[in-house]
């Protein structure tokens, strides 16, 4: 009998250049540019360190609901590694190793995380969106960077993250299909992290992967490993190129995993089996790379434990200088609530702030 | 200084939950990291970390204690060198002492005037600052006669030539030159590179125009109709209204979201629905609802320039109705501030959009019958001109809304509101407020003019706070 119906045909490997004892593959043909592997690990240490102290502080009171970031720290650092200035970051919701990478500091990190849309106002001029709240709706606006900056005679380039629950949004679908048809120079980068809250990667998508799905919009897609940071560089540098030089975008699925919670509201434990987590803390994207820094003798446990006091002292005086702004923030005038609704306060907006500072006088007395 | 472990919020709606257990005594030295409690809520088990050094001086709420508050104290540590009796000093009975306060303050505060102390409307006991009657245009301006359509039309094409950012994108803008010839020949000046056709996807286009947005150009965003801006309001309020806000005044997003709104003829249900209201609502967003040509053009080359996002409501009968527009090079009109369009001394007519067509026709009829109607037609929703309408009803002392949405939560409402807090001793007569039925459109068209405002209904309202 003729088969007229083709079966889906997803050919993807996940790509690999490190493996976990650190050894370098056959595919990585080059040696690795050491001190940018240095600076990279420096910088997923520090996410690690951060994102711990954010949820003791949070889980203290102190900071507001957030996600953490960690066990991506690879596929974040790999990736926003490979754009420049000129280029735009657009990040979902658990992108902080990102953003510090690009420049966000500990400080502003913690008075933002502490509620304060403070610590969110970076340089003008930084192309670094704030985190987007509902799922995917960054990704159209990704397209929409991307295309101003071609419009405006630049050659910029977009890079967007995103989970695989995101996927499942029609925001991914029509960004992806707006991008195709405007060849908007985006790189849609996914980071698969197995679970979207409680819900697991099975349950979101009967495509056998993410990645293939770019495929329906004409766009060229790869899967990656996640948790090894040479590989998603690697990737995300094709992807960047080939938009900034040919103004196509590119989809890379991350295959990482979220060995924390979802975000501070949720627990885990409640829906994901232990041997699960255990068995992705074996591929811990941090012991890979330093592996592979050890086997360069770039580093012993010695130079780790330094490193690692260092960057506890930089948190601690970050919480520090965060505490004072907070408190002063605390202290000032609450009606910077009114702040930034519109560029210029509307008229009404000036009679109830004086209505609430008149309330405010009174609540002291 | 002792400093006081309080109960933590493990998640954004926790009030209260149980001290499952404590993994410390009092005694015990901790440092940042140790394990000190269990906390139990209905929704998950969390193990409380300590941030800071120190000994455990006391535990002030006993394991397996329910119903502990979020910032109660519930343990304190003393620093180096402390001793127990340092605790009696601090053990003050609300947690604000040494740890940061919680954003959101406590509800049973005694202190909280609010509850008790309402703010009293205040009656206006002058009328506000009489705004001189300023004339839109120089005296002796040429008019020349144009449909809504073509001032819409001009108002894009003068922003355009003015401003390279410009560009405008929705279904069937280029080619086919708006699906209600809005957008008519705007193609064949500006090329495909600033007139762009788009995929069938209002929330898709609605992103994209939000990110170019972000991206330093100011699009121009059609909808076919409101209607189907429904799928795309996501973009439009979580992102292009919200992203100011959040940026902490970094990142902006002028963009104009512009389409027909409201009933149009024999369309029925899913494509008959008036958003004023909606939209008016939402902090962030600037809201115009043109009646006139002029109006039309002039406030959406305000809000073209303007730096933030803008709904801009039209009205597909009207589209096609002609008006006077004065033959000006850059002729804008401010958004936020209402047109007297009559003149009157016996009651207030407010309305906007195409409620005016009811309006002025009942006005010219009441004139008949010696009752004299102020007429003001809003145009801009958010901000609202409330002292237009204060200084119209202070004189006339009493009000009539109109317009063609829903009874709840409507325009009118908001108008009645402000009116009952600064105006309540000027007002004659309890304020009424014209609006659709309380139903979906229907769709034959002897129903869907009942389910509409009538000028007959605009005619008896007047004349019923005129005790007429």
Same mark, same amino acid.
């Given at each position: 009998?003729?088969?007229?119906?083709?079966?889906?045909?997803?050919?993807?490997?996940?790509?690999?250049?490190?493996?976990?004892?650190?050894?370098?593959?056959?595919?990585?043909?080059?040696?690795?540019?050491?001190?940018?592997?240095?600076?990279?690990?420096?910088?997923?240490?520090?996410?690690?360190?951060?994102?711990?102290?954010?949820?003791?502080?949070?889980?203290?009171?102190?900071?507001?609901?957030?996600?953490?970031?960690?066990?991506?720290?690879?596929?974040?650092?790999?990736?926003?590694?490979?754009?420049?200035?000129?280029?735009?970051?657009?990040?979902?919701?658990?992108?902080?190793?990102?953003?510090?990478?690009?420049?966000?500091?500990?400080?502003?990190?913690?008075?933002?995380?502490?509620?304060?849309?403070?610590?969110?106002?970076?340089?003008?001029?930084?192309?670094?969106?704030?985190?987007?709240?509902?799922?995917?709706?960054?990704?159209?606006?990704?397209?929409?960077?991307?295309?101003?900056?071609?419009?405006?005679?630049?050659?910029?380039?977009?890079?967007?993250?995103?989970?695989?629950?995101?996927?499942?949004?029609?925001?991914?679908?029509?960004?992806?299909?707006?991008?195709?048809?405007?060849?908007?120079?985006?790189?849609?980068?996914?980071?698969?992290?197995?679970?979207?809250?409680?819900?697991?990667?099975?349950?979101?998508?009967?495509?056998?992967?993410?990645?293939?799905?770019?495929?329906?919009?004409?766009?060229?897609?790869?899967?990656?490993?996640?948790?090894?940071?040479?590989?998603?560089?690697?990737?995300?540098?094709? @992807?960047?190129?080939? !938009? +900034?030089?040919?103004?196509?975008?590119? %989809? *890379?699925? &991350? #295959?990482?995993?979220?060995? /924390?919670?979802?975000?501070?509201?949720?627990?885990?434990?409640?829906?994901?089996?232990?041997?699960?987590?255990?068995?992705?803390?074996?591929?811990?994207?941090?012991?890979?790379?330093? @592996?592979?820094?050890? !086997? +360069?003798?770039?580093?012993?446990?010695? %130079? *780790?434990? &330094? #490193?690692?006091?260092?960057? /506890?002292?930089?948190?601690?005086?970050?919480?520090?200088?965060?505490?004072?702004?907070?408190?002063?923030?605390?202290?000032?005038?609450?009606?910077?609530?009114?702040?930034?609704?519109?560029?210029?306060?509307? !008229?009404?907006?000036?009679?109830?702030?004086?209505?609430?500072?008149? #309330?405010?006088?009174?609540?002291?007395? | 200084?002792?400093?006081?472990?309080?109960?933590?919020?493990?998640?954004?709606?926790?009030?209260?939950?149980?001290?499952?257990?404590?993994?410390?005594?009092?005694?015990?030295?901790?440092?940042?990291?140790?394990?000190?409690?269990?906390?139990?809520?209905?929704?998950?088990?969390?193990?409380?970390?300590?941030?800071?050094?120190?000994?455990?001086?006391?535990?002030?709420?006993?394991?397996?204690?329910?119903?502990?508050?979020?910032?109660?104290?519930?343990?304190?540590?003393?620093?180096?060198?402390?001793?127990?009796?340092?605790?009696?000093?601090?053990?003050?009975?609300?947690?604000?002492?040494?740890?940061?306060?919680?954003?959101?303050?406590?509800?049973?505060?005694?202190?909280?005037?609010?509850?008790?102390?309402?703010?009293?409307?205040?009656?206006?006991?002058?009328?506000?600052?009489?705004?001189?009657?300023?004339?839109?245009?120089?005296?002796?301006?040429?008019?020349?006669?144009?449909?809504?359509?073509?001032?819409?039309?001009?108002?894009?094409?003068?922003?355009?030539?003015?401003?390279?950012?410009?560009?405008?994108?929705?279904?069937?803008?280029?080619?086919?030159?708006?699906?209600?010839?809005?957008?008519?020949?705007?193609?064949?000046?500006?090329?495909?590179?600033?007139?762009?056709?788009?995929?069938?996807?209002?929330?898709?286009?609605?992103?994209?125009?939000?990110?170019?947005?972000?991206?330093?150009?100011?699009?121009?965003?059609?909808?076919?109709?409101?209607?189907?801006?429904?799928?795309?309001?996501?973009?439009?309020?979580?992102?292009?209204?919200?992203?100011?806000?959040?940026?902490?005044?970094?990142?902006?997003?002028?963009?104009?979201?512009?389409?027909?709104?409201?009933?149009?003829?024999?369309?029925?249900?899913?494509?008959?629905?008036?958003?004023?209201?909606?939209?008016?609502?939402?902090?962030?967003?600037?809201?115009?609802?043109?009646?006139?040509?002029?109006?039309?053009?002039?406030?959406?080359?305000?809000?073209?320039?303007?730096?933030?996002?803008?709904?801009?409501?039209?009205?597909?009968?009207?589209?096609?109705?002609?008006?006077?527009?004065?033959?000006?090079?850059?002729?804008?009109?401010?958004?936020?501030?209402?047109?007297?369009?009559?003149?009157?001394?016996?009651?207030?007519?407010?309305?906007?959009?195409?409620?005016?067509?009811?309006?002025?026709?009942?006005?010219?009829?009441?004139?008949?019958?010696?009752?004299?109607?102020?007429?003001?037609?809003?145009?801009?929703?958010?901000?609202?001109?409330?002292?237009?309408?204060?200084?119209?009803?202070?004189?006339?002392?009493?009000?009539?809304?109109?317009?063609?949405?829903?009874?709840?939560?409507?325009?009118?409402?908001?108008?009645?509101?402000?009116?009952?807090?600064?105006?309540?001793?000027?007002?004659?007569?309890?304020?009424?407020?014209?609006?659709?039925?309380?139903?979906?459109?229907?769709?034959?068209?002897?129903?869907?003019?009942?389910?509409?405002?009538?000028?007959?209904?605009?005619?008896?309202?007047?004349?019923?706070?005129?005790?007429?």
């Amino acid at each position: 009998m003729t088969i007229l119906l083709a079966e889906p045909d997803p050919a993807f490997e996940p790509f690999r250049l490190l493996d976990r004892d650190g050894s370098l593959r056959d595919e990585a043909a080059v040696e690795p540019d050491i001190a940018m592997v240095e600076e990279m690990h420096e910088a997923m240490l520090r996410a690690r360190r951060v994102d711990e102290r954010l949820l003791s502080l949070q889980r203290r009171g102190d900071l507001g609901t957030f996600a953490p970031v960690k066990g991506q720290e690879a596929a974040q650092i790999g990736s926003i590694s490979c754009i420049g200035d000129e280029d735009w970051f657009v990040p979902s919701f658990r992108e902080m190793a990102a953003a510090l990478w690009r420049g966000q500091s500990l400080v502003d990190l913690l008075v933002a995380t502490a509620g304060w849309n403070e610590g969110l106002a970076t340089r003008q001029d930084a192309r670094n969106l704030p985190p987007a709240i509902p799922v995917a709706s960054q990704l159209p606006h990704a397209v929409g960077i991307a295309h101003a900056g071609r419009l405006r005679g630049e050659e910029s380039v977009v890079l967007t993250y995103f989970g695989d629950g995101a996927t499942s949004e029609g925001d991914f679908h029509e960004a992806l299909n707006f991008a195709s048809v405007l060849n908007a120079p985006v790189v849609f980068f996914c980071q698969n992290n197995g679970w979207a809250i409680s819900t697991p990667r099975a349950r979101q998508t009967g495509s056998r992967t993410l990645c293939q799905k770019a495929h329906a919009y004409g766009i060229s897609a790869a899967q990656v490993d996640g948790n090894d940071l040479l590989a998603v560089r690697a990737v995300t540098r094709e @992807a960047v190129r080939r !938009a +900034r030089e040919e103004g196509r975008p590119s %989809m *890379i699925e &991350a #295959l990482t995993y979220r060995m /924390e919670v979802h975000t501070t509201a949720d627990d885990p434990t409640r829906y994901r089996d232990d041997d699960e987590v255990e068995k992705w803390r074996a591929r811990d994207p941090i012991n890979r790379v330093q @592996a592979l820094l050890k !086997a +360069r003798d770039q580093i012993d446990d010695e %130079m *780790i434990a &330094a #490193l690692e006091s260092q960057i /506890e002292d930089e948190i601690n005086k970050a919480w520090d200088d965060a505490k004072e702004q907070i408190r002063e923030l605390e202290d000032g005038v609450p009606d910077a609530i009114f702040d930034h609704v519109f560029r210029e306060p509307t !008229a009404e907006l000036d009679r109830q702030r004086d209505l609430f500072a008149k #309330l405010e006088r009174r609540d002291d007395g | 200084m002792t400093i006081q472990v309080l109960m933590p919020a493990l998640s954004p709606t926790m009030e209260e939950g149980k001290l499952a257990k404590w993994n410390v005594k009092e005694g015990d030295a901790i440092t940042s990291g140790d394990i000190i409690a269990e906390i139990e809520t209905d929704k998950a088990t969390m193990e409380v970390e300590a941030v800071d050094e120190g000994v455990v001086g006391k535990l002030v709420i006993a394991e397996g204690t329910e119903g502990v508050k979020v910032n109660e104290v519930i343990a304190i540590l003393l620093e180096d060198g402390e001793d127990a009796s340092a605790i009696d000093a601090a053990a003050a009975p609300k947690g604000n002492g040494g740890a940061p306060a919680q954003a959101e303050k406590p509800s049973d505060s005694g202190s909280d005037v609010r509850h008790d102390a309402p703010v009293p409307a205040q009656p206006a006991a002058t009328l506000p600052d009489p705004e001189p009657e300023q004339a839109e245009w120089p005296e002796g301006t040429t008019m020349k006669t144009q449909t809504v359509r073509e001032a819409l039309r001009d108002a894009m094409a003068e922003e355009m030539r003015r401003d390279d950012a410009v560009f405008v994108m929705g279904e069937e803008v280029a080619e086919y030159q708006g699906a209600y010839k809005i957008t008519q020949g705007l193609l064949d000046e500006f090329s495909d590179r600033r007139v762009i056709d788009t995929p069938i996807t209002e929330h898709g286009f609605a992103g994209i125009g939000v990110g170019a947005a972000f991206g330093g150009l100011r699009p121009i965003v059609e909808f076919m109709t409101f209607n189907f801006a429904m799928q795309a309001i996501d973009h439009i309020i979580n992102s292009a209204a919200k992203t100011l806000y959040m940026s902490g005044g970094q990142m902006g997003c002028p963009i104009v979201f512009r389409g027909p709104n409201g009933a149009a003829a024999r369309v029925a249900a899913q494509h008959s629905q008036d958003y004023a209201a909606w939209y008016a609502q939402i902090p962030g967003l600037k809201v115009c609802m043109p009646y006139s040509a002029a109006d039309a053009k002039g406030l959406l080359k305000s809000a073209i320039r303007d730096p933030n996002p803008v709904i801009f409501l039209e009205n597909e009968i009207l589209y096609g109705k002609s008006f006077d527009v004065p033959d000006l090079e850059d002729f804008t009109v401010p958004i936020g501030k209402a047109k007297v369009w009559r003149q009157g001394t016996d009651v207030t007519l407010v309305s906007f959009g195409i409620g005016m067509t009811y309006t002025l026709e009942a006005a010219d009829r009441l004139a008949e019958e010696g009752i004299s109607a102020e007429v003001i037609d809003l145009r801009s929703l958010r901000p609202l001109d409330r002292g237009a309408v204060l200084r119209s009803v202070m004189k006339t002392n009493r009000c009539v809304t109109v317009e063609e949405g829903w009874p709840v939560c409507s325009i009118g409402n908001h108008i009645s509101s402000i009116l009952m807090q600064e105006a309540f001793d000027y007002l004659d007569a309890p304020v009424i407020n014209l609006t659709g039925k309380d139903v979906p459109m229907p769709y034959a068209a002897n129903l869907e003019k009942l389910a509409l405002v009538t000028t007959d209904e605009v005619v008896e309202a007047a004349k019923s706070v005129c005790y007429r």
